[in-house]
């Protein structure tokens, strides 16, 4: 078993929790009009990826053996000179974070944005999607890490109804991404019993979200749910899920499912199927709580969760 920290790792202040792992950001509009050096670019470039081999030691000293990486590590990186991220100096300081991860066996895997649909109907969408994911890879094949769903690159299903479409997306991936590949059920678009057929076609094992999941059940209970897509990862290698809760004072209201999705601060409750799938350590279980790291400390201490 192993809880998953996503993205950041925050450290308590006089003013409050504040993050320390802080991925630096392009902006697309400057970047047309020549706002940014190459020099820039490049310092953008690595003080993520350092930022990132600095804050290492605390995950591995905290004991989290899962950790997602940001999606903007290399933020524009496909309207720059690809030296820019293409280099040495990248190339060394993400190896020795995957030297590192392997070395204290920690599960490194990625989540790319809501703008990567591999099923859209925009084949300029699905290039850039593509693009974004074998991007993504490329950073995991730096750090040496192993070319399987392991090392997950987790993407949604994208446009409702187009399955055909989201399959043809996954076989035109290079081989080092659709090999680290897999899917999540959604709020809206896929449920589970959705993405079944086109893992089935693909291979691409299926990440379970139960609380995407308590939104588009498709005709599954959550056992069933998370059952099936445990089914889907092939032997040898746990399969990865996701918990979160709504923010606890929605209950009160009638809100609408658009504000029912957002994430509470701390973990509040894990269904009993998923719990007990962690503790036997069957499966493992990214924390999108908002709290990150204290949201799974506090898990472990409150809800009795192995960390």
Known sequence: MALGLCCQWLESTPKGLKNILVSRTLQMGRLRRGEYTK???LGTYLANVQNLAEVFPKIITA???SFRISSSLLPLFD??????????AIKNALRKIGDQAQQ???RLTMHPGQFCVLSSDSPKTVANSIKEIEMHAWIMDQMGLDQSPFYSINIHGGKTAAEDRLIAGIQQLNFSARNRLTLENCEFAYAVSHLMDVSLETRVPIVFDSHHHT???GGFNGQRAMEAAISTWPAGIK?????SNSKPEYAKFDVPVTRLREHSDMLETVPQYQYDANNKGAIDIDVEAKSKNYAIFDAVEKLGLIL
Request: proline share 11%; aromatic share 8%.
């Open 215 to 217: 939104f588009n059940m």
């Open 39 to 41: 020099e820039k670019i």
């Open 104 to 106: 204290h066996k920690i």
């Open 239 to 243: 399969p990865l899920t996701h918990v």
């Open 63 to 65: 004991g989290i053996k």
């Open 79 to 88: 309207l720059v000179d690809p030296t820019l991220w293409d280099n040495p």
